[in-house]
């Protein structure tokens, strides 16, 4: 939520943050400003809107020359998203420019304060306190930018990332952040903040992730981090491991197209290294001892959204590998509920991002109350990883697109990773047959790749089907979670109503919806893995043609049963049950992703949406 980018060095400011925000629009694009530091003054550009309508003003309305800069894209809480509440802030006395990402808890009563004082404010956010209050407390000490910030960082609450420059200090800018990203990228002669590290992966690798309550003070030739009271301390210095190619299109139309077609390698790169050459697991960053992992008596799986649903399909893998009672939560809901946790429990936080507000907080609270937190991340340097007692990183590269598709598929795999890892360590399996598992899942992207071949017939009928009303999707076992991720998906990038369910459920109400031609997706179960769930599906579809829906049937090769009730089937390479999400999820996508492409809308960047979502 909110795309935060700095820069001070040799290059052109401009040119780094506005490059910086193209990388980071995905974070939100309700609108986008700049400020740089020119010949003693502030000068910024704000419009709302895309960061292309910014671009058309500097066109219009060139900047000054500078090596110093900030630049900021929003997804907005605090008001409107219109010019006035684009960011950067300025303080009354124009030398002060402030971007910020989160929320400022406190600001009303820090509004109160100002206007009091007679400071008139510009904007409806929140955010805008912060440049005010940064100039009064200067005012107290003007040789000290720094402290200044200090002292403000420690009046406020909630979640910030503030990124900070001022007239008088032109090769300064000051970073603090509580709660929100941020990011150090360490260049020669340049130094980069960003809220991730895609903005300056152009320019360098060498990045520093930065803790709670820090703040950095990024010069040209160095970074100096502190916590709130200018106190040294500890960093986390790391080495991003993708380049900048990895975060561009690369011939594509779509990052979401790109990051489809990507699946069989993320899903690759997550497995590599984790097997040994017995076919057991060996885990990088597993920091839970085995005796750890032996007294867990429950998991409890956190997360939102589509990490959710990938949290859901685990359930079934971790329950049946390792006889360890899983329940899987909406992190949002989660904090607020007075769990019951204890030191036994061990917490899986899953999250692409590793910012997302509700997860982390969540996350936090398991911690406070004992509980062992396991982090399933895709981002290096992010908050989640780097709070819990472990991590295992999925491998999926930066996913740009909004809607997420490669990061799930790997979050499915990285969670059956820890399940055969906990069957190993607790003895629950033998070692053949978690091999033999494994080499399940290691056939996995030739038999994605094989989906990725077959996309063509899933195109056409989403075309075909462009003006339903509504799309239903049913499935049972896994194929549950899958549905629920085939109708998130088609909501947020088709804006169309769709809804998922379990298919036995359907009966107990939501038949009701069923109309003539409404299309239903099933995801069917393999007929040789659970031969029940098949012949129940089977009932399912003949409970929904009898209303006459039109049924779209995902089916494994050669099952040949379901053919006499499929209006139109989309065929997947046969697998084992608990694999077949990793097959039966990849047409969903590109379903949606046809819709929304038929309905002409963003599909990168749907609307109202974010990335990753920084506030609870
Ligand atoms: O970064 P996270 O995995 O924590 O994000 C969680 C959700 O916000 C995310 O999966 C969201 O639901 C996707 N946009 C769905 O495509």
Redesign the pocket.
């Given at each position: 939520m909110c795309g935060i980018v700095g820069y001070v060095g040799e290059k052109q400011a401009l040119e780094v943050v506005v490059s910086g925000l193209r990388r980071l629009e995905y974070r939100g694009y309700d609108s986008a400003g700049v400020a740089v530091v020119a010949d003693g003054t502030i000068q910024t550009r704000k419009k709302a809107g895309k960061l292309a309508n910014l671009e058309g003003l500097l066109g219009d309305d060139p900047l000054p020359q500078s090596t110093t800069g900030i630049g900021h894209t929003r997804w907005a809480t605090h008001g409107a998203p219109n010019d006035a509440n684009a960011h950067p802030h300025v303080s009354g006395d124009g030398r002060v420019a402030v971007i910020h990402n989160g929320i400022i808890e406190n600001f009303a009563v820090l509004r109160a304060e100002l206007e009091a004082a007679g400071v008139t404010l510009l904007s409806e956010t929140d955010s805008e306190v912060a440049a005010h209050l940064v100039s009064a407390e200067l005012a107290q000490d003007p040789a000290d930018l720094v402290a200044a910030v200090r002292r403000v960082c420690q009046r406020l609450t909630g979640a910030f990332t503030l990124v900070i420059v001022h007239a008088d200090f032109p090769d300064l800018v000051v970073g603090a952040r509580r709660n929100s990203p941020l990011v150090v990228g360490v260049g020669d002669g340049e130094n980069f903040l960003a809220s991730d590290v895609a903005a300056f992966i152009e320019y360098t690798r060498d990045a520093i992730e930065l803790g709670q309550d820090q703040i950095v003070v990024l010069r040209r030739d160095g970074v100096e981090i502190t916590d709130f009271f200018g106190e040294p301390t500890q960093v986390t210095p790391f080495t991003v491991t993708w380049d900048a190619s990895a975060a561009e299109k690369g011939g594509y139309d779509l990052f979401m197209l790109k990051e489809i077609a990507e699946q069989p390698k993320a899903v690759a790169d997550t497995l590599l290294g984790r097997i040994g050459s017995d076919g057991l697991l060996q885990l990088d960053n597993m920091t839970l001892s085995d005796h750890e992992l032996r007294e867990i008596d429950k998991i409890v799986i956190i997360?939102?959204?589509?990490?959710y649903h990938s949290g859901m399909i685990a359930k079934y893998a971790i329950e049946h590998w390792t006889r360890i009672p899983t329940e899987v939560e909406l992190a949002s809901e989660f904090r607020y509920r007075d769990p019951i946790l204890n030191s036994r429990i061990l917490v899986i936080a899953?999250?692409?991002?590793g910012?997302?507000m509700d997860?982390l907080m969540a996350m936090r609270y398991a911690r406070e109350q004992g509980s062992k937190v396991l982090a399933i991340c895709n981002t290096q340097g992010s908050t989640i990883p780097r709070e819990a007692a472990a991590a295992l990183y999925t491998y999926a590269g930066p996913e740009i697109a909004?809607?997420?598709t490669k990061?799930f598929l790997t979050q499915v795999v990285a969670c059956y990773l820890v399940a055969l890892y906990l069957a190993q360590v607790r003895g629950n399996k033998y070692g053949d047959e978690i091999a033999t598992i494994v080499n399940e899942l290691a056939d996995m992207p030739g038999k994605v790749d094989l989906v990725l071949d077959t996309t063509e017939g899933v195109r056409e009928l989403a075309q075909e089907f462009a003006d339903a009303p509504s799309v239903l999707f049913i499935g049972r076992h896994v194929g549950f979670p899958v549905a629920l991720e085939g109708a998130?998906?088609l909501k947020?990038l088709a804006y169309m109503h769709a809804e998922g369910f379990a298919a036995g459920e359907l009966k107990h109400g939501p038949i009701a919806l069923l109309e003539e031609g409404i299309p239903v997706v099933v995801v069917v179960p393999s007929p040789r893995g659970r031969g029940l769930l098949h012949e129940k599906i089977v009932s399912n579809i003949q409970e929904v043609r009898a209303r006459g829906a039109k049924t779209i049937v995902i089916a494994e090769e050669g099952d040949e049963l379901v053919v006499p009730y499929a209006d139109h089937i989309i065929r997947v390479p046969a697998c084992p049950t608990l694999m077949q999400p990793l097959v039966a999820t990849v047409p969903l996508q590109v379903f949606a992703c046809e819709l929304a492409t038929v309905k002409g809308h963003d599909v990168d960047q749907p609307r109202n949406?974010a990335?990753?979502?920084t506030v609870e």
């Amino acid at each position: 939520m909110c795309g935060i980018v700095g820069y001070v060095g040799e290059k052109q400011a401009l040119e780094v943050v506005v490059s910086g925000l193209r990388r980071l629009e995905y974070r939100g694009y309700d609108s986008a400003g700049v400020a740089v530091v020119a010949d003693g003054t502030i000068q910024t550009r704000k419009k709302a809107g895309k960061l292309a309508n910014l671009e058309g003003l500097l066109g219009d309305d060139p900047l000054p020359q500078s090596t110093t800069g900030i630049g900021h894209t929003r997804w907005a809480t605090h008001g409107a998203p219109n010019d006035a509440n684009a960011h950067p802030h300025v303080s009354g006395d124009g030398r002060v420019a402030v971007i910020h990402n989160g929320i400022i808890e406190n600001f009303a009563v820090l509004r109160a304060e100002l206007e009091a004082a007679g400071v008139t404010l510009l904007s409806e956010t929140d955010s805008e306190v912060a440049a005010h209050l940064v100039s009064a407390e200067l005012a107290q000490d003007p040789a000290d930018l720094v402290a200044a910030v200090r002292r403000v960082c420690q009046r406020l609450t909630g979640a910030f990332t503030l990124v900070i420059v001022h007239a008088d200090f032109p090769d300064l800018v000051v970073g603090a952040r509580r709660n929100s990203p941020l990011v150090v990228g360490v260049g020669d002669g340049e130094n980069f903040l960003a809220s991730d590290v895609a903005a300056f992966i152009e320019y360098t690798r060498d990045a520093i992730e930065l803790g709670q309550d820090q703040i950095v003070v990024l010069r040209r030739d160095g970074v100096e981090i502190t916590d709130f009271f200018g106190e040294p301390t500890q960093v986390t210095p790391f080495t991003v491991t993708w380049d900048a190619s990895a975060a561009e299109k690369g011939g594509y139309d779509l990052f979401m197209l790109k990051e489809i077609a990507e699946q069989p390698k993320a899903v690759a790169d997550t497995l590599l290294g984790r097997i040994g050459s017995d076919g057991l697991l060996q885990l990088d960053n597993m920091t839970l001892s085995d005796h750890e992992l032996r007294e867990i008596d429950k998991i409890v799986i956190i997360a939102c959204g589509t990490a959710y649903h990938s949290g859901m399909i685990a359930k079934y893998a971790i329950e049946h590998w390792t006889r360890i009672p899983t329940e899987v939560e909406l992190a949002s809901e989660f904090r607020y509920r007075d769990p019951i946790l204890n030191s036994r429990i061990l917490v899986i936080a899953i999250s692409q991002s590793g910012e997302t507000m509700d997860t982390l907080m969540a996350m936090r609270y398991a911690r406070e109350q004992g509980s062992k937190v396991l982090a399933i991340c895709n981002t290096q340097g992010s908050t989640i990883p780097r709070e819990a007692a472990a991590a295992l990183y999925t491998y999926a590269g930066p996913e740009i697109a909004v809607a997420s598709t490669k990061a799930f598929l790997t979050q499915v795999v990285a969670c059956y990773l820890v399940a055969l890892y906990l069957a190993q360590v607790r003895g629950n399996k033998y070692g053949d047959e978690i091999a033999t598992i494994v080499n399940e899942l290691a056939d996995m992207p030739g038999k994605v790749d094989l989906v990725l071949d077959t996309t063509e017939g899933v195109r056409e009928l989403a075309q075909e089907f462009a003006d339903a009303p509504s799309v239903l999707f049913i499935g049972r076992h896994v194929g549950f979670p899958v549905a629920l991720e085939g109708a998130l998906k088609l909501k947020e990038l088709a804006y169309m109503h769709a809804e998922g369910f379990a298919a036995g459920e359907l009966k107990h109400g939501p038949i009701a919806l069923l109309e003539e031609g409404i299309p239903v997706v099933v995801v069917v179960p393999s007929p040789r893995g659970r031969g029940l769930l098949h012949e129940k599906i089977v009932s399912n579809i003949q409970e929904v043609r009898a209303r006459g829906a039109k049924t779209i049937v995902i089916a494994e090769e050669g099952d040949e049963l379901v053919v006499p009730y499929a209006d139109h089937i989309i065929r997947v390479p046969a697998c084992p049950t608990l694999m077949q999400p990793l097959v039966a999820t990849v047409p969903l996508q590109v379903f949606a992703c046809e819709l929304a492409t038929v309905k002409g809308h963003d599909v990168d960047q749907p609307r109202n949406l974010a990335k990753s979502v920084t506030v609870e």
